[in-house]
């Protein structure tokens, strides 16, 4: 099925079954649509109020079923809440549903973003309907749940969050989505039981658009080449990790993928696209070629650039991770697997049949082809072997003579066989992954029912074997001692409801919706002195401390602090089984790390909800700020090319805790600053991250989206201004460390070492801690139009007579690379 944007659909106050089918199946007509016959089926168990699971193949249509099931609630007068496993595909899906059912009746609750909390429609991710279901139990406002992509209900450690809906809202009615679930037989008889409702499980339909299997001997160029020539473009080649899709799509520079013309065209269609350094190069590169790169580390607009290319047919090959279930929006022909074993994290094994008709199911997209491929490559040996075979032909002599490559060591043997098996095999069966939490025991006790009998429903009639349940219960039974002996929890006279205890302190009015650590911060923040120096430094640690960890900018971080340690371990003649121990010692820069432990541990016994999530000291934007790195300085440092997205995702979620997640006594100018200029430099980098934020919290009066930022007409001062503090501060630091090789390089016109040696001779050392930062060391002239700068040095007799002057030249394209922003001529070293 296609069609053109979709209409708003406005609901006629109509709650007949038969009208609001009608109603919806004209709404669907005026888009040009027609239903599948498994989307009618579903669609009339919905309106009659049956529960629907839903396990047909990729491209069926089920988001047509979703949004039918929610015209239904709508007409009826109930709250849906539509849950997605990741907080790109809420977002995503909180657009599409806006631009569905208006604005004003869509909702989202992420966790760190919510919006329109009261609309009929929410879309959330699965942990805040858990949440809120685990609070107020059976009598929820919610009448229908949407649960996509719910094979997740067999994550290991987010199962449980697509479990505990069923098992506390009995009184809603389900429409589960996925693929690939495999036999819903068991989810079938629980809904049942549980709400009373008819349910149908619609399965295993044929695939609107067919599906040609094969098993190939060639080498990975030869294959695609191949491919392209039979028409069978946009290829999508699956790799399991970031580092090996991106190899794979500089290797194929060498093949023959596009022609002369094809190549123009592209150029056309990218125009004035602004590439970066860094990796933005190598893309240049690649899509020019006509072969786009797609994981889930890049840049947002370097995504959207490769769909977008790959949409207008102008990418024949686009070489990506096994992620594309949850990331691209391209049409894709073929699905060209490179392998069938990944790496889980333990070991490397064979995929599942889950993952695998996962990934394939992408190939053929209803309203784009007539059929879809799948191509699964030889391994590399089996492929130099098939080669050698078959230029010894028939001789018998070069047959014998051939030498039979090996696979190498520790490889996970996979072939044809292999192959025949994950596309014979149904998804594997879901196994539930119950667990109980503090805060899911502190939720129950919040209900305004019997907390002992609610927990025992939830304890004893979950989806988890008797023996893990026993397990549960003890587990339990230990949070809740515990929470009494704190003095958390009391008894009190039963009221009209049963309820015998309660909590001595009331939990957060948004406490299910929000990050658990900003209040955490708030209150760490307060031990802060704001007239301290290094007030606005230790606010970012803090904030720091609240996000989710970056692990590859982290383990880039570890790994440089343990190469300069060995290197100095060396130097100390420290022999290597001590070298090796003291280095399990060294990990990623984490300041305040005493104050902010101290502090979780007096604050969560007072708030023993937030004891699962513990804050987590790390230095990222405060390193960039105290080194004067600009965003591709720092991925240049740690080698961070292909986790670009990583970083900037990671910049852009302390921006937002930084503006939007402290009261306002606890801003100052100087904090204020470094916010702006890290929302400055984010911007500069890909304001996509930002501009979705301020359309989520900024709606404009007809509904549609909208962008809140100030106009760019000019540079932005403020930030520049911060900009040029953060690089006088750090040539303080590198004076104060002796640090010759980053002054010469940064400024290599000036004698640092000859010229500095008297001040040295005279003081000893230099102060580059807080106070060096005050604003008293630091002066900006702004009368003129080139600006002029000069940092005093805080040696230790106070007498602060040196100095570093330059002469600040400011670009005044506002888009322009902010290494490029500022330029620093005439510095000069003026003695005391």
Known sequence: MSGDAPATFIPSG??????????????????????????????????????????????????????????????????????????????????????????????????????????????????????????????????????????????????WAWQVPIVELPRAQFLLMSATLGDVTFFADDLRRRTGRETASITGTQRPVPLDYSYVLTSVHDTIERLIEADRAPVYVVHFTQASAVERAQALLSANICSREQRDAIAVAIGDFRFTSGFGNTLSKLVRAGIGVHHAGMLPRYRRLVERLAQQGLLKVVAGTDTLGVGINVPIRTVLLTGLTKYDGVKTRHLQAREFHQ???????????????????????????ARATAKAGDDPKKLKKIQRKKAPEGFVSWGEPTFERLIAAPPEPLRSHFKVTTSMVIDVIARPANCFTSMRHLLEDNHEPRERQRKHILRAIEIYRGLRTAGLVESMEPDASGKAVRLTTDLPANFALSNPLSSFAIAAMEILDTEDPGYAFDALSVIESTIEDPRPILRAQRSAARDVAIAEMKSDGIEYDERMELLEEI????????????SFDIYRRGHPWVSGTPPSPKSIVREMVEQAMGFNDFVARYKLARSEGVVLRYLTDVYRSARHGLPTAQHTPELDDLIEWLGDLVRRVDSSLIDEWEQLTHPDDDGAPTDARPPTTGPNLRACRVQIRNHMFALISAISRRDWPTLYRTHPDVAWSEELAEYFDEYGELDAGPQARSPQLFALDESDETWRVRQTFDDPQGDRGWSLTAQVEIATDPDVDEADRIRMTDMEIHPG
């Open 587 to 598: 990990t990623w820069p984490m300041p305040l790390f005493d104050l902010l432990e101290g």
């Open 14 to 159: 109509t709650s007949d079954p038969d009208e609001l089918f009608d109603e919806f199946s004209r709404w669907a007509e005026s888009r040009g649509l027609t239903f599948y016959p498994a989307q009618e089926e579903a669609l009339i168990e919905l309106v009659s109020g049956a529960n629907v699971i839903l396990s047909t193949p990729t491209g069926s249509g089920k988001s047509l079923v979703a949004a039918g099931a929610t015209s239904f609630a709508l007409g009826r007068g109930q709250r849906t809440f539509y849950t997605a496993p990741i907080k790109a595909l809420v977002s995503e899906k909180f657009f599409d549903l806006c631009a569905q059912f208006g604005a004003d009746s869509v909702g989202m609750m992420t966790g760190d973003a919510t919006v329109n909390a009261g609309a009929p429609i929410i879309c959330a991710t699965a942990e805040v309907l858990a949440n809120l279901a685990l609070r107020t139990g059976a009598d929820a406002d919610v009448g229908l749940i949407v649960m996509d992509e719910f094979h997740y209900y067999g994550d290991t450690e987010r199962g």
């Open 359 to 385: 990934i394939v199911g992408r190939a053929g997209r209803a309203g784009y082809d007539t059929r879809g491929f799948v191509v699964a490559q030889a391994p590399e040996h089996d492929v130099e072997n």
